[in-house]
T-cell receptor, first 114, second 113 residues
């Protein structure tokens, strides 16, 4: 089945380290998103991309960067991780081009910054 | 930008009871309102949605209502079952813009057997 795959599933890192979270999709969707989930705060948008040459900041982009390497790949980087970036991170895709705004989420990456 | 408020943050019910989760939005241009369910340890998944040209939509035990004038929409779950226990997120999307959904903060629904 076409899916959205995130790697790694879990990551523990130390303050100041650079880490990358990866997302790949086989759905053929143009739109890709990175969300962060914290208890009580819901899903907050970090970055989104509508195609390979398009990158847009979301509501909480400070401390993060992204790269859209191909239609199917969208990676999120923390240049210098800090403890308050400990959270559950979700990649998502959508196929708005077909008038369908439904989001398809990956299985998530639990990141802990010590 | 859009602001979505969701209440309550936690809802505890007995199996068989009904559950209602309410959301309000601020942008009158919003015209698509999806609801996502996230079971423990799983990814959020769309369970039902409604567009602004419809006042109510039903799918078996779940229904969503929309009041455009008051800018609020609600998720109704009848005859709740333990497998309904999850976190539910509402969202609002405006056409004519970037179509980026704004999510509410989520409601943790607990259904006691």
């Amino acid at each position: 089945d076409a899916d959205v795959t995130q790697t790694p599933r879990n990551r523990i890192t130390k303050t100041g380290k650079r880490i990358m979270l990866e997302c790949s999709q086989t759905k053929g969707h143009d739109r890709m998103y990175w969300y962060r989930q914290d208890p009580g705060l819901g899903l907050r948008l970090i970055y989104y991309s509508f195609d390979v040459k398009d990158i847009n900041k979301g509501e909480i982009s400070d401390g993060y960067s992204v790269s859209r390497q191909a239609q199917a790949k969208f990676s999120l980087s923390l240049e210098s991780a800090i403890p308050n970036q400990t959270a559950l991170y979700f990649c998502a895709t959508s196929d708005f081009g077909q008038g369908n705004e439904k989001l398809f989420f990956g299985s998530g990456t639990q990141l802990s910054v010590l | 930008g859009e602001n979505v408020e969701q209440h309550p943050s936690t809802l505890s019910v007995q199996e068989g009871d009904s559950a209602v989760i309410k959301c309000t939005y601020s942008d009158s241009a919003s015209n698509y309102f999806p609801w996502y369910k996230q079971e423990l340890g799983k990814r959020p998944q769309l369970i039902i949605d409604i567009r602004s040209n419809v006042g109510e939509k039903k799918d078996q035990r779940i229904a969503v209502t929309l009041n455009k004038t008051a800018k609020h929409f609600s998720l109704h779950i009848t005859e709740t079952q333990p497998e309904d226990s999850a976190v539910y997120f509402c969202a609002a999307i405006a056409s004519g813009g970037s179509y980026i959904p704004t999510f509410g903060r989520g409601t943790s629904l607990i259904v006691h057997p």
